[in-house]
């Protein structure tokens, strides 16, 4: 038998997320709940395994193709399984006026990949505006947002994940 | 140069940076909420007729006039009315709603129970881009704060009206701030824009009647009923009321997000020591974005204009979303269309062929041009491109659905139209003659 999705406690805290989510919905909109739901799954999971979203489609009363349109559409939904550390740094025009282009080389020297690409700890992504335009460069760890960036506090920041 | 900018009282960002600004404690103290309980003892019409006459004009964008929005909902509508807050902020060179959710959330929360009341909304969804966390965590805990304090819930500061408010996080989708791509969105779609009219006020979010709104333009709804709606309506011009808030970056001494009259011109923005301190060392201005990337870009001759709606329009540009993006001269505007162009490729949703195909065939000519391959004949591609998407000038919404089309056209034709002699320079000498510097005085990074 395969492995279950779940240890219990990560069910629980699905179980009680989705519950919450649905409520939040007209009693026969449950489907309106699907970014959450999938934000959810994510959230316990790391990424969403497809497994998942079957459950997460079943949960909201939609076909698993419904669960899989709405998860590839957003780019921040993980379809495979990402680096520990996933890393979204801003390009766009008003942080390349800040060197975000350079800073970005930077990172992919230090940490051996090219934008798009992944290894077990890291993942890699080149990202549209952050809206952080006034601070910048800027990037993302894992959803945390780090501005005003040198080479000095990148590499302390980057220091810090193990 | 000195100060010599009108000086206004700040409204929006008056607490922002102070201790604990983000709390109801510190809220209540400033005299938060206050203008709610003067809302509350109004008709509901009488509400939308204030707000009609502060002038308020949507922040988000479009310019659109709040209370004539707002009065599109039809009142004897039997089906159930929502409010939708757009929080996605995307538009690249726009950061402000991220400061209101981060340092002063109930502002907007305020605006958003005055908003509720007087449309007869008992559901509210809060869409906040997804990539924002840490503006989510301060908006939920304000709004957990508000239903203990009775703002939200069965009643509204002991008002018999129900009212539910509920955050709802995006997922990655520049698309998601165009209003009918939102609504998609919160039924949990993906964000695919919708055929108008219908307009949301009458068939938007579960097919009920909507009214979409700004997070800033809701934080600037309080204001107009501390200060009374001729008052507010008085701070700015005969169309547009209030203060707002610009966000200033690219190439300036001091980029951020700035309050300003309406009467603040782009040349005080970005010279005057309370905003952005002007250029760098022996540098001046090339370029100016004013309204968010979408916005037609100006010359460095075109500043002295007031950074508001029918000012702007005058221009053939737009105030937009107040994101303001200056290039100085050493900065190259084939890599810079390029860098935005890509942006639009990226964020098209891939509903009408015009902007699916167009958007990323701007980039490719683009990025041809930048790295010394233009031939003669690209430009005129380019701008055969770009009219395929949305004609220039503007005569309503170009060839697709929604304004990204529009959006995306919009910077290839004015970049072309200002700065046609630097496309042609790179064709002519094989290479971007800005060489491995295109970014400006600020490009490099240590």
Known sequence: ?162 | MASTAKTIEPIISAAWGKPQSWTLDSYRKRGGYEALKKALQLEPAAIIDEVKKSNLRGRGGAGFPTGLKWSFVPKDSPKPKYLAVNGDESEPGTFKDRYILEDDPHMMLEGIAIAAYALGVHTCYVYLRGEFKFPAERTQAAIDEAYKAGIFGKTVLGKDFELNCYLVRGAGAYICGEETALLESLEGKKGWPRLKPPFPAVVGLFGCPTVVNNVETLASVPAVFQQGADAYAKLGTDKSGGTRLVCLSGTVNRPGVYEVSMFTTLAELIYDDKYGRGMPAGRKVKAVIPGGSSAPVLGADELDVAMEFEALKVKQTMAGSGGVIVMDDATCMVRSLWRVARFYAEESCGQCTPCREGTPWQTRLLRKIEEGRGEPGDIDMLSNVASSIAPYPPIGLGNTICALGDAAALPTHSFLMRFRDEFEAHIREHRCPFGDKPWGSFGDWS
């Open chain 1, 1 to 162: 038998m395969a492995e279950p999705l779940f240890t219990s406690e990560e069910q629980k805290k699905f179980d009680a997320g989705i519950a919450e989510i649905i409520s939040h919905y007209p009693p026969d909109r449950k489907s309106a709940g699907m970014l959450p739901a999938l934000r959810l799954l994510q959230e316990i999971k790391g990424w969403l395994p497809p497994e998942g979203l079957r459950l997460v489609a079943k949960h909201l009363e939609v076909t698993p193709e419904r669960a899989m349109e709405v998860a590839s559409f957003y780019v921040m939904y993980h379809l495979k399984k990402p680096g520990k550390y996933v890393i979204d740094v801003c390009t766009n025009l008003s942080c390349s006026l800040w060197g975000a282009e350079k800073m970005l080389a930077y990172l992919e020297e230090k940490l051996g990949l090219k934008a798009g690409e992944a290894n077990e700890k890291f993942t890699l992504r080149e990202t549209e505006c952050l809206a952080s335009c006034g601070t910048a460069p800027c990037l993302q760890i894992n959803e945390d947002h780090h501005e005003s960036l040198t080479q000095a506090k990148l590499d302390a920041i980057l220091a810090r994940l193990s």
